[in-house]
């Protein structure tokens, strides 16, 4: 009579771990369905997301390169004529 009441009772601790358990088996399921979902997603619009970041670091690149190349023309002439008028009023040391 004692065995049946054992087993009685294995089988309702069985029955209540099995109760806490599955919840947490159905959040386990659906985040792994949700990070697939996700991941085709990505693949679907990450490359999109991708080309037009490159597009616009492109145009920024291009942009700015106008923008800075006369103000470095000037200074090149200024530095080329500076080092110019240096060596023609330049003293030279006599040995």
């Known amino acids: 009579m004692l065995s ?7 089988m309702w601790l069985i029955l ?8 947490i088996g159905v959040v386990f399921f659906f985040a792994v369905k949700g990070m697939h ?3 085709q997603l990505a693949k679907q619009y990450l490359p999109i997301a991708q080309e ?12 700015s ?3 800075a190349d006369p103000f470095i023309a000037v200074n090149a002439k200024a530095a080329q004529a500076n ?3 240096r ?7 006599c040995e």
Do not use: H, N, Q, Y
């Not at 037009?52 to 942009?63: C, G, H, L, Q, W």
């Open 52 to 63: 037009k970041t490159r597009f616009v670091a492109d145009k920024t690149e291009e942009i």
């Open 4 to 10: 049946v009441w054992a087993d009685i009772s294995l």
């Open 37 to 39: 979902r996700l991941r």
């Open 16 to 23: 209540l771990t099995l109760l806490m358990v599955i919840p």
């Open 65 to 67: 390169t106008k923008i």
């Open 87 to 93: 060596a023609i009023f330049a003293r030279r040391k």
């Open 83 to 85: 080092g110019v008028t």
